[in-house]
């Protein structure tokens, strides 16, 4: 075949594979408009929610009067306040509150810090410490303590942990303030009330003459070393209790030794 003819196949050839290469689009480039919507990461809520089978579960309250809210902000308005220990179904989820529904049929949002996954139970009573406690902020006894309280402080019960994790509860001590302490560490056993009755038959205004005062006998010395004004007669029954618990902490029973060993206490 002449040189010349040789050239001009080749030239063809090459005409051609480069007609068919432009004939042949990227898949990509055929994407349709709404495919390539689908395919962009979609924005992300500032207050994501999830919901349905995705929130389930149950809490527990375990605030007083927790506030449970018509919207996840926490200063819509109030639709319910469940008291401690009321159970609750979680119907979804935000980043710092949970939509709730309870027993009564009342759905709101409640702080996710107000709830527990500890079961609870709604109780009530008067019950006094056993010994000096410490009341804790939240259920475990290693949370941060709010209050120290002497032994025989009455107190006012207000929830209990139940199931396996039964011993703690919630108490109220005199003055307002709320905490959570060990189930062995109150009693039905009020011991100030009884060892008042066997010093001096419960009477605040004792005065025997012989320099003993009030429910628990105190001298004057007494009483004023422990931060008493006056003298302990001429005062309130729950003031020369809160000596007498002052008293016991730093010297123990022993300032009572006959009425504390028939009482049982030493």
């Not at 480069?18 to 408009?33: C, E, G, K, R, Y």
């Not at 495919?35 to 995705?54: D, E, F, H, L």
Request: glycine share 10%; charged share 20%; aromatic share 6%.
């Amino acid at each position: 075949m002449p040189r010349s003819t040789a050239r001009r196949s080749v030239v063809a050839a090459v005409a051609g594979a480069l007609v068919t290469s432009a004939m042949v689009v990227p898949a990509a480039a055929t994407a349709s408009p709404a495919a390539a919507a689908t395919s962009t990461p979609a924005a992300v809520s500032s207050t994501p929610v999830r919901t349905a089978a995705s929130a389930g579960g149950v809490r527990w309250v375990k605030w007083n009067k927790a506030p449970l809210t018509t919207t996840q902000s926490s200063r819509s308005r109030t639709v319910a306040r469940p008291d401690d220990g009321t159970r609750l179904r979680v119907l979804a989820r935000g980043t710092y509150r949970l939509q709730v529904r309870t027993s009564g049929g009342a759905t709101g949002w409640v702080s996710k810090n107000a709830v527990t996954p500890v079961k609870l139970k709604d109780v009530s009573g008067t019950r006094y410490t056993t010994k000096r406690v410490a009341l804790t902020k939240d259920i475990g006894s290693g949370s941060k303590v709010v209050k120290k309280v002497h032994l025989g402080t009455k107190v006012t019960v207000l929830a209990r942990t139940t199931g396996r994790d039964a011993n703690r509860v919630k108490v109220r001590v005199p003055g307002g303030k709320t905490g959570w302490i060990s189930t062995s560490r109150i009693t039905k056993r009020n011991v100030w009330g009884k060892l008042a009755r066997c010093e001096s038959g419960g009477n605040p205004r004792t005065n025997t003459g012989n320099g003993f005062y009030g429910m628990y006998q105190f001298t004057g010395r007494t009483w004023r070393a422990v931060g008493g004004k006056g003298l302990p007669h001429r005062h309130s029954a729950a003031e020369q209790t809160k000596r007498a618990q002052i008293l016991q902490d730093r010297a123990g029973w022993g300032q009572w030794p006959h009425c504390t060993r028939t009482l049982g206490l030493r």
